[in-house]
């Protein structure tokens, strides 16, 4: 800062003491209130199950989702395999990988819908 730009200073070129002290007291307000905060986010980490449970939420809906995605994947992956087994064994080129791969797509996205009880409220008829 430039000499002579601050309005507290008093002829001498030194601050006075009542600007220094309204610093050093804001100061410590500022730390006080900082170390609360800091406090504040510790505890709610430490303690997970104290909070609304964000964290455990989101762990749990990315578990749901990674089992939802890999039994799609498995359907999938399951029928192109058996198609290519019987196109190998009957000499069938396209077909039976074509076919059971869209069945294998048929039974993964039937278990996904399952897993993820869409289909529940129609067995109560």
Same mark, same amino acid.
């Given at each position: 800062m430039a000499q002579g730009t601050n309005d +507290?200073?008093? *002829?001498s070129g030194n601050k006075s003491s009542s600007d220094e002290a309204a610093r050093s007291a804001r100061l410590g307000s500022l730390n006080q209130r &900082? +170390?609360?905060?800091r406090d504040g986010r510790r %505890? !709610? %980490? /430490?303690?997970? *199950?104290d909070g609304s449970g964000d964290g455990a939420a989101r762990a749990s809906a990315i578990a749901r989702g990674f089992r939802l995605s890999s039994e &799609?994947?498995?359907g999938v992956v399951v029928g192109a395999l058996i198609g290519w087994g019987f196109d190998r064994l009957l000499s069938t080129s396209p077909f039976g990988l074509i076919v059971f791969f869209l069945l294998g797509f048929a039974a993964g996205v039937l278990n996904v819908v399952r897993s993820a009880g869409a289909g529940q /409220? !129609? %067995? /109560?008829?």
């Open positions: +507290s200073e008093d *002829g &900082l +170390s609360e905060i %505890t !709610r %980490t /430490d303690q997970p *199950g &799609l994947v498995a /409220d !129609r %067995t /109560d008829r």
